[in-house]
């Protein structure tokens, strides 16, 4: 299901055309139109799939999804669990910084309460992600963040462990191979 926004991201990272407003709304400024055509093949890329992106020097690109983060019902406070996953990703990241493109941070959220508490929500965990990775090392120059709410949900919402699954923030690492 959320293949498809995750997909267009990727493209306007990729081609230079994201803009700032995703930090301000969470929605990516993709500029010009461009045909999907253009940048993948007809197999839409996978986690841990490599693709090959026309570019001056042509390289593959690998997307890397590290543990998500998850949080309690309405927090955006990090947990012991939550820290290790992170110090984790910060290991992750640092050691492969020459190689990584973008970090793309999403929020979500389940949909137990208003669409618009629930952006605010998701963008408060990202913020909190944001943070923990700049406190300890990861270049700002390479996050990017967006705030999905519960617009995109990782599981089902219907069901406990479903929302429990999508009160989450993802991170993507970008790397270039």
């Avoid at 992106?53 to 949080?71: C, G, H, M, Q, W």
């Avoid at 300890?136 to 462990?161: F, K, M, Q, Y």
Wanted: glycine fraction near 4%.
């Amino acid at each position: 299901m959320r293949d498809k926004p995750l997909q267009n991201l990727l493209i306007a990272i990729f081609t230079g055309l994201f803009s700032a407003t995703v930090l301000a709304t969470g929605t990516p400024g993709l500029g010009p139109r461009h045909s999907s055509a253009d940048l993948w093949s007809s197999d839409l890329p996978t986690p841990n799939k490599s693709v090959q992106v026309s570019t001056d020097e042509p390289r593959a690109v690998k997307y890397i999804s590290l543990n998500p983060i998850y949080f309690d019902h309405n927090q955006y406070a990090l947990s012991r669990e939550s820290r290790m996953a992170l110090d984790a990703a910060v290991d992750y990241l640092k050691k492969n910084e020459h190689n990584i493109k973008r970090v793309l941070i999403e929020g979500f959220t389940d949909s137990r309460a208003t669409m618009s508490y629930n952006d605010k929500l998701a963008d408060r965990r990202t913020d909190r992600v944001r943070s923990y990775l700049l406190y300890h090392g990861v270049n700002s120059n390479l996050l990017v963040t967006t705030a999905n709410g519960e617009r995109a949900p990782t599981d089902i919402n219907w069901t406990p462990l479903g929302r429990a699954r999508n009160r989450q923030v993802a991170i993507h690492a970008i790397l270039w191979q």
